[in-house]
């Protein structure tokens, strides 16, 4: 078991390094995703600088706290996008019968389809997420001491697993529907709007659902919240919940690529 997860390790690092060869080869292309891709973020900023300014503080929650909370979902996003994009492109290997060339290979269909093309760009995303968050703990007065700094690590790490689940969920659909619609925009607006405020502003059957069903409000609501009372072993709850749930979506996944039927067929 220890030689597996050295060797699959070893090649995650390979490939990360494969990565970053091949964006260094267009500069300019990063350029491009460096200057662009923040501003969704920032209008994104904005928008709750302007709601806050407008109607006061949502729901107990002032400008300071929202921007923590904002930060984490940034940060876990831009996680997610590095290591779980091809998720949103599922339907068109389904298709296209990408899938032949993983399946010959003595390694894991899913661990190659995400890990042998890591996505760098998505750093660009990580920029932004961290001076929000970094503005949101001077406004909150919340310190960078060893403890909190490991349980924003296991937030980031569980909130980014927990969104990279559901990618593949929603995803792993076109084995049945077998077509590139697989959700990709759908579900990325549906956590943009549900990460960036509290989601106690929402009636109590939206609450009971993003908390117990599509476990959306761990991803930014309740870590945040319990990183601002100081309970820091509350976020523990955020990181097993994204383990649950990405064994749940590789499960899924593994059910839904019996149903393959490669290219041509």
């Known amino acids: 078991m220890f030689g597996k997860m050295k060797h699959y390790g070893m090649v995650t690092l390979i490939n990360i390094k494969l990565a970053a060869l091949m964006m260094l080869e267009y500069p300019a292309n990063f350029v491009g995703w460096l200057l662009s891709n923040p501003i969704q973020f920032i209008v994104g900023f904005a928008t709750i600088k302007f709601v806050v300014e407008r109607f006061g503080n949502i729901n107990g929650w002032d400008y300071g706290e929202l921007a923590f909370l904002y930060g984490i979902s940034v940060i876990s996003h831009a996680v997610s996008m590095i290591f779980f994009v091809q998720a949103w492109f599922m339907g068109s290997y389904v298709i296209e019968g990408d899938f032949d060339m993983y399946m010959i290979r003595p390694m894991s269909v899913l661990y190659q389809f995400f890990f042998t093309k890591i996505n760098i760009i998505g750093i660009t995303d990580l920029i932004p997420g961290i001076c929000v968050f970094v503005y949101g703990c001077i406004k909150t007065g919340y310190s960078f ?41 759908f579900t990325q607006e549906f956590f943009d709007k549900t990460t960036m405020y509290p989601i106690n ?20 609501f309740y870590p945040a919240s319990s990183l601002l009372s100081g309970v820091n072993w509350e976020v523990s709850v955020t990181l097993l919940i994204g383990i649950f749930v990405m064994i749940l979506a590789g499960l899924f996944f593994k059910a839904g690529l019996k149903s393959y039927e490669s290219a041509g067929q």
Do not use: C, E, K
Request: aromatic content about 14%.
């Open 145 to 185: 001491n060893i403890s909190n700094l490991i349980a924003v690590l296991v937030t980031v790490v569980g909130a980014a697993l927990i969104r990279g689940a559901i990618y593949i969920i929603m995803g792993t659909f076109s084995f049945w529907t077998r077509s590139v619609n697989d959700f990709a925009g």
């Open 201 to 220: 502003i929402y009636p109590h059957i939206m609450q009971f659902i993003l908390t117990y069903i599509v476990p959306i409000g761990w991803v930014s």
